[in-house]
């Protein structure tokens, strides 16, 4: 099994949908947890943060769930400038950040 | 403008040579990375340090070796060149561990 999963997708969705991504991990023991976008041929930015308590920064919120080890990403109101690839990332002992392949999202009008 | 430089943009390499690529943040950042970027395989972690002076091991480090001699630079070096070493390198840094990674623009290398 993979340290970190992510569905590849690719999300086809139109402008102003709501669309959801998961993510998991295997290391129970992780304690910090991202999301970064990606445009093509870019290198990763980071999107936001994941924190226990769910954060939120504009259309975008991130949830943690610590059980099931998994987190999310919900975009509402989907924009075509929305359209890249989303990538987890969860860190293992402190140092080293582990990153799912991705899932691609397209954004239509 | 702070931030990660990477060099070269681009190489393209033949077989059997060695080769370095670049890594300079001028953020006072403690730990660095490098990543390299395949296609369905998404950015694997090669090696990593958390601060000048210790490096570790990712999870793909063969055939690549690094060096941390000082807070700014973290070169990537390919001792000899295998095909299946072509693909995108990021290199990128964080204050500390558990901190988010701030990324360079990539070196993209290309085996032949």
């Known amino acids: 099994r993979k340290e970190v999963e992510q569905d590849p997708g690719p999300f086809n969705v139109p402008e102003g949908a709501t669309v959801a991504f998961n993510c998991t991990y295997s290391n129970s023991a992780s304690q910090s947890f991202f999301w970064y976008r990606q445009d093509c041929r870019k290198e990763p930015k980071l999107l936001m943060s994941?924190?226990?308590s769910g954060n939120e920064d504009g259309r975008f919120t991130a949830q943690l769930n610590r059980a099931s080890q998994y987190i999310s990403l919900l975009i509402r109101d989907s924009k075509l400038s929305d359209s890249a690839t989303y990538l987890c990332a969860v860190f293992y002992n402190t140092d080293k950040l582990i990153f799912g392949t991705g899932t691609r999202l397209q954004v239509f009008p | 403008i702070a931030g990660i430089t990477q060099a070269p943009t681009s190489q393209i390499l033949a077989a059997g040579r060695r080769m370095t690529l670049r890594c300079t943040q001028d953020m006072r950042h403690n730990a660095m990375y490098w990543y390299r970027q395949d296609l369905g395989l998404g950015l694997r972690l090669i090696h990593y340090s958390n601060t000048a002076g210790t490096t570790g091991k990712g999870e793909v480090p063969d055939g690549y070796s690094v060096s941390r001699a000082n807070t700014d630079d973290f070169p990537l070096t390919l001792a000899s060149a295998v095909p299946s070493q072509t693909s995108v390198y990021f290199c990128?840094?964080?204050?500390?561990?558990?901190?988010?990674?701030?990324f360079g623009n990539g070196t993209r290398l290309t085996v032949t």
């Open positions: 994941v924190y226990s």
């Open positions: 990128a840094s964080s204050r500390e561990g558990n901190s988010p990674l701030h």
